[in-house]
Nanobody, 118 residues
């Protein structure tokens, strides 16, 4: 059974930093990443990283957020620096299965709330 367990969310002041972690288990994963959903808005991709280390970011976080991954530990991280109130959202871990049994299947964590105070 695949599980994605996020941690690291919380309350942070604007300009501060926060690090999210997501430990995945139960499969092998190709792309992993983070999405977020702010109140009243649609879920959006924040940052993704392939098993080869290629990364992609939404424009609004470029230069502030960094995604990284420990392939051996099936863990993905999101280092969030210079956070802004508009970063307030529930952040979801995302992973794509890469075995013959779940190739291309999307998996989601339950989410962790990040609140940025002004």
């Amino acid at each position: 059974q695949v599980q994605l367990a996020e941690s690291g969310g919380g309350l942070v002041q604007a300009g501060g930093s926060l690090r999210l972690s997501c430990a995945a288990s139960g499969s092998i994963f190709s792309t992993m990443g983070w999405y977020r959903q702010a109140p009243g808005k649609r879920r959006e991709a924040v940052a993704v990283i392939t098993s080869g280390g290629r990364t992609n970011y939404v424009d609004s976080v470029k230069g502030r957020f960094t995604i990284s991954r420990d392939v051996a530990k099936n863990t993905v991280y999101l280092q969030m620096n210079s956070v802004k109130p508009e970063d307030t959202a529930v952040f979801y871990c995302y992973a794509v299965g890469a075995t013959s049994a779940d190739y291309g299947v999307d998996y989601w964590g339950k989410g962790t709330l990040v609140t940025v105070s002004s």
